[in-house]
């Protein structure tokens, strides 16, 4: 890929404000006075709705138009176990699908919930962290092939970085009642992908390709995936009414199909 150095700076500066827009949802956490569990479940239902648009309506789709799609899918599945195995490597006590019951193994209900509420709260910052790598990578190489067109990815990531932020501060401030640290792992979460950028300066810039940056989409939306199935909407539905979570899935796809679709006129 041909890179004009005089557009190196900018690529990196959208790529900071991109990926650093997940720290607008992240505030979130800072206008709950009280957390509820009917919020929880909107915003974990929501969450779910985000990154299922984004992995089945924009991620796949995108790399399937770059790369061939039996690459892009074993990509998309080889995402999906490698986070499966790391959700199994979990030990016992510490992973709610082995709970019998919340007041097992001495501990009251409440830690027990706001554990599992953690957990789900860290991994869907896993999984937005792995999704913002090849972000930052498709800002970078768009912006150095394209300035127009950089800007305009970059503005597509920031709008829908917002909701995401969302989803890792909520959980967490909600398990954690720390505005502080919820704030912080949502930060970490966002950081990703101009830390991407500067790799892909550093190191990456003679081999990054079309090709390359689709098989990292398709990868990150194997994990959003197994994160939405596996951990939001199971824990979603635990702590609120079915209608709640139907209507956050709903609203977070809403949300980002119209935000990219008026980008896009």
């Known amino acids: ?23 607008i949802g992240g505030t979130i956490a800072y206008f709950i006075k009280k957390p509820k569990l009917v919020y ?9 709705g985000v990154m299922i648009y984004i992995s089945f309506m924009e991620l796949l789709p995108r790399a399937f ?15 999906i176990i490698i986070i499966g195995l790391i959700d199994m490597s979990i030990p016992m006590i510490k992973n709610p699908h082995h709970y019998k019951d919340l007041s097992d193994y001495g501990e009251s209900k409440e830690n027990k919930t706001n554990k599992i509420i953690m957990k789900t709260g860290m991994l869907s ?7 913002n790598f090849p972000e930052g990578l498709t800002t970078l190489g768009a912006t150095l092939a394209d300035l127009k067109l950089g800007i305009f990815i970059a503005i597509a990531v920031a709008i829908h970085n917002i909701p995401e932020g969302i989803s890792v501060s909520v959980p967490i401030f909600y398990a954690t009642k720390n505005k502080k640290k ?24 003679p081999f990054i390709s079309i090709q390359i940056v689709s098989l990292l989409m398709s990868f990150a939306a194997g994990i959003m995936i197994y994160i939405s199935i596996d951990e939001l909407l199971p824990m979603a539905h635990k702590y609120g009414h079915s209608h709640t979570v139907i209507i956050g899935i709903v609203l977070g796809m809403f949300i980002i199909a119209i935000s990219l679709f008026l980008l896009q006129m």
């Open 65 to 79: 138009e770059s790369l061939g799609k039996i690459e892009c899918l074993a990509a998309f599945f080889v995402g």
């Open 40 to 48: 929880l479940s909107l915003v974990l239902g929501f969450s779910a």
């Open 125 to 131: 910052a896993l999984a937005i962290g792995i999704h």
């Open 182 to 205: 919820a704030f912080f792992y949502t930060f970490l979460s966002g950081i990703a992908e101009p830390i991407a950028a500067v790799i892909g300066v550093l190191v990456l810039l």
């Open 1 to 23: 890929m041909d890179a004009s150095s005089g557009n190196i700076g900018f690529a990196l500066l959208l790529s900071v404000l991109a990926g650093l827009s997940t720290c």
